[in-house]
């Protein structure tokens, strides 16, 4: 496991030919310890911009992966006035798609939001709506937004796109989609992102169909099938909050490596039957640190998917600052 996620983490190398896309992880954990929260940025080879998905830890994911050189584009020199961590964060990032309104998906945003620069934030009409009445509402954070109430300060502009419908994601070159997700009651989200011919779907926070009593990934599953089949799909992120062993009742919206295995299994059969995912990219997202002294959840979980991976499927856990190209 460790050789193929070797061979899978290349130094991001600004400018190449070839297309796809690059991802870098600022944060890879589901909770516990601020500071490491999920948030990935996405970009297109060919585009100088990376949208922002989700944004737990943005600050600190930038600086840890300055220090592993996934942005040889940045240095001291061309970052003035600012720091390279701060231009990266105010101009390589040029907007952020939130799938929640839960802390661990937007904390770092809110927390760095007197610094940053003009951009949009896209999200669900749901995670629009709660960022505006419940965050930027000026009572427990100035209303760094366009919208709502208090003095608007502007520097985001929100966005809700409708659901299944695509669009056009500011000056990063990409388009996306947003498809609903179940999580525990909350509703959550999921965004295709594309250009030309290839795509990346980010999955925020879901349970699996069958305890969610949902649809959610069925139909989401359907809609990738179209892209696996058309030879699109670079990649995904998705969660594996906890090891297997924890009770359906006690999921709480999150998936184990038994139950991803088994979405990701319908996946296959529509795209064509066994092996049609064979070498896609899954990154495993929102692992819940634990506690307990002799506790890996990260490694458990990872032990457990490649055991029970009938699919070939490619699994990768990006350490924050990691990056990853995907052609
Ligand atoms: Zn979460
Ligand atoms: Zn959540």
């Known amino acids: 496991m460790k050789h193929k996620m070797l061979a899978l983490i290349l130094a991001c190398t600004a400018g190449q030919a070839i297309a796809g896309f690059n991802v870098v992880a600022l944060g890879v954990d589901g909770g516990v310890e601020e500071g490491n929260l999920t948030s990935y940025l996405i970009r297109s080879d060919s585009q100088k911009l990376y949208l922002g998905l989700d944004a737990g830890s943005v600050l600190p994911g930038i600086s840890k992966a300055l220090e592993k050189g996934a942005f ?3 240095t001291v020199e061309n970052s003035a006035p600012y720091t390279p961590q701060g ?9 952020y798609f939130i799938s929640h309104g839960h802390l661990d998906h937007l904390a770092g945003l809110i927390i760095s939001s007197p610094e940053d620069s003009r951009k949009p934030i896209y999200g669900s009409a749901d995670t629009i709506g709660t960022l505006r009445q419940h965050y930027f509402n000026g009572r427990v954070w100035p209303n760094f937004s366009d919208s709502g109430s208090g003095m608007r300060i502007g520097t985001y502009r929100l966005n809700a796109p409708r659901p299944a419908q695509r669009f056009s994601i500011g000056l990063t070159g990409l388009d996306g989609t947003i498809y609903p ?13 594309s250009r030309n011919n290839e795509s990346f779907a980010y999955f925020g926070d879901t349970g699996p169909d069958a305890v969610e009593k949902s649809k959610n ?24 909050s906890y090891p297997d062993g924890v009770s359906d009742s006690k999921l709480f919206g999150h998936l184990t490596p038994v139950w991803l ?19 896609l990219t899954v990154i495993i997202s929102h692992i819940k640190p634990s506690l307990k002294a002799d506790a890996d959840p990260q490694a458990e979980i990872m032990q457990q998917l490649s055991a029970g991976d009938a699919l070939g499927v490619k699994f990768v856990r990006l350490q924050q600052g990691d990056s990853l190209k995907l052609d």
């Open 181 to 193: 997700l179940s999580h525990g009651g909350t509703p959550s989200s999921m965004i295709l992102v």
């Open 217 to 240: 990934l069925e139909t989401i599953w359907r809609v990738l099938s179209g892209e696996v089949k058309a030879k699109r799909l670079k990649g995904i992120i998705i969660e594996t």
């Open 72 to 74: 040889p584009q940045v």
């Open 261 to 279: 295995l088994k979405e990701l299994k319908v996946l296959e059969q529509n795209s064509g039957g066994n092996g049609s995912l064979n070498g």
């Open 87 to 95: 231009a990266v964060f105010r101009n390589l990032i040029g907007g």
